[in-house]
């Protein structure tokens, strides 16, 4: 009996100390698990499970960084542009570093720097006028930070300080509206006596709007422009300058250009306010092709609008991810537009996005 008993404790203690060395065992893999998580390296192989899922999964694409400095809030149109850039920035999922620098050129320089400072991936920049760039420019490239430039161009001597320009071509669109005017007036004989207000004085738009213009009326001497002034792209300044154009030549006005919707706007009240009918007694040009333009050719307040399309989110988006992706890009990326008149504006409105 004692014998049988002394066999019963050696096994029980066996299986205790075999029990003990298991335990001893486990503790010592999560202790060693344990170590190698907390200092960031996981060496364990992971299940066949764990493997199919994440050859399922997508890979993580990291957030690119865009520091765009808009040049101001002037108008509708660039509170549109504006709108489209932020928009097409939350759909691609690009962190978007956005800085209006309500028409001062020094604040689109400290902008820039701002964004150097952060280090974004790219920088695009909406230029108030075309000149005086290269040295800011050259900062970003130092830094290794593509640009972009949109809408307006600018003036440089190393064009390999940017990578694109993303936008219209204002040349072609003053184009547009010259010969638009040409057609409108074939059957009139005699002096046709032209007023327009131009934008911002050193901006692309208005240099380029003007040259376009004059380029299409080319050699018909009967094509006159007798005044012609800036109006700052602003409902008000065209309103105040077209007052001003009226008072001066006692309302010998035949032709308004305007470089944009908001100063023909303007020139709309001053042109009632004199006592005139504008569409009829003074043909209005204008550049944009905002609602309220097509609303005033319905009205047949404005004979013609040549369109400038500001909704180049998506394209600055799409340009911004094939930089990340190394991919080359062409050194112009043009919106299409065309001409639109009093007799295509009603069908042609409720398309209108601003």
């Not at 765009?68 to 002037?74: A, K, P, R, Y």
């Not at 149109?77 to 570093?97: M, P, V």
């Not at 008000?236 to 154009?245: N, T």
Request: glycine share 8%; charged share 30%.
């Amino acid at each position: 009996m004692r014998r049988t008993l002394e066999i019963r404790y050696g096994k029980a203690v066996g299986l205790a100390m075999l029990m003990l060395v298991l335990v001893a065992g486990i503790i010592g893999c999560k202790t060693d698990e344990t170590e190698k998580i907390s200092g960031n390296v996981v060496n364990q192989t992971p299940s066949s499970s764990n493997r199919n899922d994440e050859e399922e999964a997508e890979p993580l694409r990291r957030s690119f960084k865009l520091g765009f400095s808009q040049l101001g809030s002037e108008s509708d149109w660039r509170l549109a542009n504006t709108k489209s850039i932020r928009e097409a920035a939350n759909e691609a999922g690009i962190q978007l570093f956005l800085e209006n620098a309500e028409q001062s050129q020094e604040k689109q320089i400290e902008a820039v720097r701002s964004f150097i400072d952060q280090g974004v991936d790219v920088i695009a920049i909406a230029p108030v006028v075309e000149t005086g760039w290269e040295p800011i420019l050259r900062e970003a490239r130092t830094a290794g930070i593509p640009v972009l430039i949109l809408d307006r161009k600018m003036e440089l001597s190393d064009q390999s300080l940017y990578v694109t320009f993303i936008g219209s071509d204002f040349y072609e669109e003053g184009r547009m509206a010259g010969r638009y005017l040409l057609d409108k007036m074939r059957d009139r004989s005699g002096e046709i006596r032209i007023a327009e207000l131009r934008g911002t004085e050193g901006a692309s738009p208005s240099i380029d709007r003007g040259g376009g213009f004059r380029e299409a009326l080319g050699e018909f001497k009967e094509m006159n422009i007798i005044a012609s002034e800036s109006a700052d792209f602003t409902q008000s300044r065209g309103k105040e300058v077209m007052k001003s154009f009226l008072e001066t030549h006692k309302g010998a006005i035949d032709v308004l250009y305007s470089h944009n919707d908001d100063m023909a706007l303007g020139a709309i009240e001053a042109v009632e306010e004199y006592g005139l009918q504008p569409g009829k007694d003074i043909i209005i040009i204008s550049v944009d092709g905002t609602r309220q333009a097509f609303e005033m050719m319905i009205e047949g307040k404005i004979n013609a609008v040549v369109e400038c399309n500001p909704m180049l989110g998506p394209n600055v988006m799409q340009a911004v991810l094939e930089l990340m992706e190394g991919r080359t890009l062409p050194k112009r990326i043009i919106t299409p537009e065309r001409i639109y008149t009093e007799v295509t504006a009603e069908r042609e409105v409720s398309n209108r996005k601003y």
